[in-house]
């Protein structure tokens, strides 16, 4: 008898310890995953833009950067074209299909709250008026903040050439950035909405 | 269960000690890099995207 209730005993410290170890994962592991695969899509992306060419970019390649000045000078994102898992375990992701940076439209943007790297943790310290720098190959472009909601994960409408109208037809030059709500949880969804301020030429790295 | 582990590692007790700490590094390597992995899509918590607008697809995990 007391062997077996010492061997379940010992049974359930091992699987706190492996939900301890799991969690590290999930937290720090996926993070150290995004950051490797973020550097070879920077220096990806970076030689590619010195390269002349018109091709579109492939699903899982870089497409432009993304920086939030309010979340400090160190934030700088590679965005992958593409939103299936394997994308948005790189970085955040561009919606294929809907418009590119600077295009009239909706230039839409999914990323991770948490876990890979958490791109998108932050999301909610945003306020009208910040400003969203993305990179192209030639071109900034610097994005303001207009809104934000908290919508069901059903609202596809958010991602429509006027976010939240899908019928109309977009004259504007918009960008909707999508996460999951609450931290840690699928339950919803929060949007940040923003609307084309300026176009400068970019700045190459030195 | 570890007691019983214990008494079948050969050799004294720092040998002991050494066998058991490989032992428990292989199992948390086997974790980390085989298991996690494989669990944590169909565990996933964390999700991005709004569902796909076309309907050939539902919800896309992010």
Redesign the interface.
Known sequence: MRTII??LG??CITAGL?VM??VT??LW??GRYTQAQQTRLGDELQKDWRKVTTERVKLGKGLATIRIPRFGKDYNYVIIEG???ED?RKGP?H?PGTALPGQVGNFVV???????SAP?NRLGELDRGDKILIDTRDTQYVYQVTDRAI?K????E???PVPRHPKRKPTKRMITL???HPK???AK?M?IFGELASTLPRVAKT | MYAWIWRRLPGEWPTKTATALGLVIAVAAVFWYMIFPWLEPKLQFDHGVVDRPTPTSSTIPG
């Open positions: 010492r061997g010992e049974l492996i170890l799991f994962y999930e592991g996926t939103v299936d898992r948005l992701g919606y999914s990323g991770h709250r948490t876990t890979y998108f919508v994960p059903s609202a596809t958010v991602t429509a999508t996460t999951c840690y949880s699928a969804r949007i």
